[in-house]
């Protein structure tokens, strides 16, 4: 087969793998592509321990195991190199072909599927970032202002619909949303701690209250 049909081909699987396991086999074959450039070594590309660390290092909770195990087998993408100390190390059969077509991919797919896009395109109008950070803050304070407990109610009763919303619409397409379903799962766990925070301040309200009108009945005795 001619080198140009052979690179073609190499490019329509790596096309056919990330359309079948979306965001998944982005980071695997980023994540592979990036240890690739840093071994330099006659071992192989990369082997699976390293990968599914970089990956966790990008915060992925992934054990791509099974992904690589369908590039080797499936889709031909990479073969076995050699094996050291326990790790077994596999090779790209053709690493320009896939690096070009998965940035390709990267760059121009996801416009083409407008659920998708759409997804995307409310993730972000929701700051999801700015939310998250401010609950952060929110969680650690011994007491919170006036301001912090504006946010919270502002959150519950305005964006948590939305969030939950977005969730169960990213959930349908999971595989496209792994970053974005993290974050936004951790933010829904946040407000929670938080609403716990304004639980507490209530009950210390009441306590408080309890105590002055006990001290107050203690002082009329006295002066009975």
């Known amino acids: 087969m001619p ?13 056919e793998f990330i359309e079948r396991y979306g965001d998944k086999a982005i980071a695997v074959l980023k994540a592979a ?20 660390l970089r990956l966790t290092a990008w915060g992925i909770d992934y054990n791509p195991s099974n992904l690589i195990k369908m590039l080797e087998k499936a889709y031909g993408i990479i073969e076995k190199g050699s094996t050291s100390r326990g790790r077994v190390w596999y090779r790209f059969r053709d690493i320009d072909a896939v690096r ?7 760059g121009y797919s996801r416009e083409e ?7 995307r395109i409310k993730y972000r109008s929701l700051r999801i970032d700015l939310l998250v950070n401010r609950l952060r803050n929110i969680v650690t304070k011994e007491r919170l202002s006036k301001s912090d407990l504006e946010f919270i ?6 964006e948590l619909d939305e969030v ?3 969730i169960d619409e990213m959930s349908e397409n999971e595989s496209y949303f792994i970053k ?3 974050a936004l799962k951790e933010l829904v766990e946040l407000a929670d701690a938080a609403s716990l925070k304004i639980a507490g301040i209530e009950e210390e309200g009441l306590s408080m209250q309890y105590s002055l009108k006990n001290a107050d009945a203690a002082i009329n005795r006295s002066h009975a």
């Open 3 to 15: 080198k140009d049909a052979l690179r073609d081909s190499m490019r329509e699987r790596v096309r």
């Open 113 to 119: 599927n407008p659920r998708i896009k759409v997804l």
């Open 180 to 182: 974005e379903l993290k």
């Open 33 to 52: 592509l990036e240890l690739s450039s840093e071994a330099g070594c006659s071992l192989g590309d990369f082997n699976s321990r390293d990968l599914a």
């Open 153 to 158: 109610k502002d959150l519950a009763f305005k």
């Open 164 to 166: 939950l919303q977005l």
């Open 100 to 106: 070009e077509e998965l940035f390709s991919y990267m």
